[in-house]
């Protein structure tokens, strides 16, 4: 049997394959308001007629401020939930489950205006140079993830994924390539963890549902995070009760990725035994073979597809055929899937 359309259950969410669409930023939002446009029901949508077991959005902000672009998703305001209600009623009528990623883009922002980091040290010699966060800024962004959960949590959503990846404002914390403080939330790995940890901590005060987290496994520079560093990370995650690691990696400085088909998995695979804890793999996942090969071998838990899913909404049907297994269509598709 195909594990790539078997269930998976976390906490008491059961998604009905093993695929998740990537988290692909679109900055496609009109007037920098941050809502749901028509683009975005027809892009999201069309993944879920496309029997995608997992929808999940665009890095969404938090702030107005921890927007990547302008354009950029939000849910910084209880205006941006009725949009984002609309969303997932259409997706959850195609048998989808539904994920938003909470993001701030940290001192990776391209805006007018302040942008805020852990250190006073910009992205590159052409970025701006962010504002270093004191106490207050960092308690006020971490009481802006716990809004932005518990608006997720109105408009409907199955799951939430926090943004530490890629380079954004929590991994910025995490890595010690982008913070250079010498307070609590600074120097030690166990400090540069705090600001993840009191996120984690005051998003799960308010949502009692599955919560992922995206984090860079490898940040492509011998002075950054080790894995022995990621592994700690991913065991206090375990502990705080995170239920999926989203195992990508790059983007905290510039970097030269040897980029081959699967070629963040191996580390997705030492994380999912080192740490016990169910991770989802990306990185040039392209067919339904390679991507049966990383479940049948345990060497993940679910498959996290981007661009294969830009090009093909019907990747799973694709994926479905290439594995000679049954893939249930919608019945307004039934003629053409048969």
């Not at 078997?6 to 920098?32: L, V």
């Not at 305001?77 to 993001?103: V, W």
């Not at 929590?170 to 120097?187: C, Q, T, V």
């Not at 804890?277 to 040039?284: F, S």
């Amino acid at each position: 049997m195909s594990k790539l359309f078997t269930p998976i259950t976390f906490n008491n969410i059961t998604i009905k394959n093993r695929i998740a669409m990537s988290p692909m930023c679109m900055y496609s939002c009109f007037n920098e308001d941050g809502k749901i446009t028509p683009f975005h029901m027809t892009h999201y949508v069309s993944r879920a007629v496309g029997q995608v077991g997992l929808v999940m959005t665009e890095a969404t902000a938090v702030l107005p401020e921890g927007r990547i672009s302008p354009r950029d998703l939000g849910i910084w305001e209880d205006e941006h939930i009725d949009g984002l209600k609309e969303l997932n009623e259409q997706l959850h009528s195609y048998g989808a489950k539904t994920g938003i990623q909470l993001a701030h883009a940290g001192r990776k922002a391209e805006l007018d205006g302040d942008i805020f980091a852990p250190s006073a040290i910009g992205f590159d010699e052409k970025s701006k140079t962010p504002n270093e966060m004191d106490i207050a800024d960092i308690e006020r962004t971490i009481d802006a993830f716990k809004k932005g959960a518990s608006r997720a949590k109105q408009a409907g959503f199955d799951i939430i994924e926090i943004h530490a990846a890629h380079g954004y404002l929590i991994n910025e914390f995490l890595s010690p390539l982008a913070n250079h403080r010498s307070d609590l939330y600074g120097g030690s790995k166990e400090n540069r963890y705090r600001f993840l940890n009191e996120i984690i901590q005051a998003v799960k005060e308010v949502w009692e549902g599955p919560l992922f987290v995206r984090i860079s496994t490898n940040e492509y520079q011998p002075e950054g995070n080790r894995m022995t560093d990621i592994l700690y990370f991913s065991e206090q995650m375990k502990m705080a009760g995170v239920d999926l690691i989203d195992c990508s990696s790059g983007g905290v400085v510039h970097a030269k990725i040897n980029a081959y088909p699967g070629y963040q998995v191996n580390r997705c695979d030492q994380i999912k035994h080192e740490a016990n804890i169910p991770t989802g793999a990306v990185g040039l996942i392209t067919t339904g073979i390679q991507a049966e090969e990383i479940l049948q071998n345990d060497r993940a838990d679910m498959v996290v597809i981007g661009r294969s899913l830009l090009r093909n909404p019907y990747w799973a049907k694709a994926a479905a055929d290439e594995l000679h297994a049954e893939l249930t269509a919608p019945v307004q598709y039934e003629r053409g899937w048969k």
